[in-house]
């Protein structure tokens, strides 16, 4: 497929490049960004007036279940909400069943990916075999079979020697290491934030310490061994600090948070809102002013989704047995653009957090609209409203605390290496 997006408002961080544009997509990739740009026979035609045109949007977390709970969500459903929500490119966790800890599992994620899915898929492999933390995976087995990076994302490694093998052992073969950053003994039995909602509504609490420990220790880790490191899905203002002193003084530290953690508390569990539970919990108005100001100064590199898709009857449960997550792969681009009707970040910076920095930290190779790229663009609508509705979700699960909520803004059209993929 060949296209020409007209009249759109082009938005590209990687070219410093905000101005009205056309783009010529030919042959997947990207032919020429220019003014007043024809249509070459054959080429369709999309009018992209009071829209924005940016590189193909990244989420570098997502669980797509598959394989092995594939009642949850499966590669083909997970990869038709990244598109609907303007994602090109997902990078799936690997707490799958079985677990990405070897090159079978990588290759199979693929393969069906590009069979099946709807966009670019890049698995992120186990840092230790079955996510057990007593034994590292072949990580050049699994860089080699496609893997982008590896963690043992949904539980902490907790062994501090073997994770600073990890890093060092990383580093000699080029691949980033992602922290999922918890101190297990601190959480306990707890499943929501301690404060005076767990109080009040008589849940056991998580203390942020727990979380902001466990990243004093990878930024140190990182920091001895000169090894870079990504902390996974912040959401203290403790992590925030010791993240940006970290990098103050030259550590090789990135981070992600999701929209989750700057839009909502933990006044949303009120009621024994399931939806409201995940990992790390949602915390109070002060984390959230701290992960806004972390966006704005550059602490914080990037938003991702931590879609977490689960069956209804995994949430339809008590609070303290219900599973954590929640899907938001169809929700990222409206709560994110929020940041700049509030002044967090400019619209370019937005972009860079969705698109060129989880590039850039992952060594993708995409997340631009230079001519000879390949062409994965997303166009957004800023004024379109809607409203999210769960028989319109193209997720299999509909755990999301925003049902029924109205939004402004969403992905109009999804090109994925030069083919739209999806049009609203």
Request: glycine share 10%; with cysteine.
């Amino acid at each position: 497929m060949n296209l020409l997006i007209k009249n759109g408002r082009l938005i590209d961080p990687s070219q410093e490049i905000d101005d009205t544009l056309d783009v010529l997509v030919e042959n997947g990739l990207v032919k020429e960004i220019g003014k007043g740009l024809a249509a070459p026979d054959g080429v369709e035609t999309i009018d992209a007036t009071g829209m924005f045109v940016v590189p193909g949007l990244i989420d570098m977390h997502v669980h797509l279940r598959d394989p092995g709970q594939e009642y949850k969500e499966d590669i083909v459903s997970g990869t038709k909400a990244a598109v609907m929500g303007g994602f090109t490119s997902v990078c799936c966790m690997p707490n799958t069943k079985p677990v990405i800890d070897n090159k079978t599992v990588a290759s199979y994620i693929i393969n069906k990916s590009k069979a099946e899915g709807f966009c670019n898929v890049f698995p992120i492999g186990s840092i230790t075999y079955a996510l057990s933390g007593d034994r590292m995976s072949e990580m050049g087995e699994l860089k080699e079979s496609g893997c982008v990076a590896v963690s043992d994302d949904g539980k902490p490694v907790h062994n501090s020697e073997l994770m600073m093998r990890a890093l060092q052992y990383a580093a000699g073969i080029g691949i980033m290491v992602i922290s999922h950053a918890e101190e297990l003994e601190l959480v306990g039995e707890g499943v929501m934030n301690e404060g005076f909602t767990s109080t009040e509504l008589g849940l056991k609490g998580i203390p942020r310490v727990a979380e902001d420990i466990a990243t004093v220790r990878e930024t140190l880790l990182a920091e001895y061994t000169g090894t870079p490191i990504h902390i996974a899905h912040v959401s203290t203002k403790g992590s925030v600090r010791i993240i940006r002193e970290a990098k103050a003084r030259g550590v090789k530290v990135t981070c992600e948070t999701a929209p989750h953690y700057f839009t909502l508390t933990d006044d949303a569990v009120r009621g024994y809102n399931t939806n409201a539970k995940m990992n790390p919990p949602l915390r109070e108005a002060e984390d959230v002013a701290a992960i806004k100001e972390g966006l704005r100064d550059g602490t914080i590199d990037a938003i991702a989704t931590d879609h977490a898709p689960h069956h209804q009857d995994e949430k339809d449960v008590e609070f303290n047995v219900a599973m954590n997550g929640i899907v938001g792969l169809e929700t990222s681009l409206p709560l994110s653009l929020r940041l700049v009707d509030e002044g967090v970040l400019t619209l370019s910076q937005l972009i860079a957090k969705m698109s060129c920095n989880p590039s850039e930290i992952l060594s993708l190779n995409r997340a631009t609209l230079k001519t000879g790229s390949v062409a994965d663009i997303t166009l957004i609508d800023p004024e379109i409203e809607w409203v999210l509705e769960a028989d319109k979700l193209a997720s299999k699960s509909i755990n999301s605390p925003w049902l029924g909520k109205k939004f402004k803004g969403g992905a109009a059209a999804t090109v994925v290496g030069g083919k739209l993929v999806y049009k609203r």
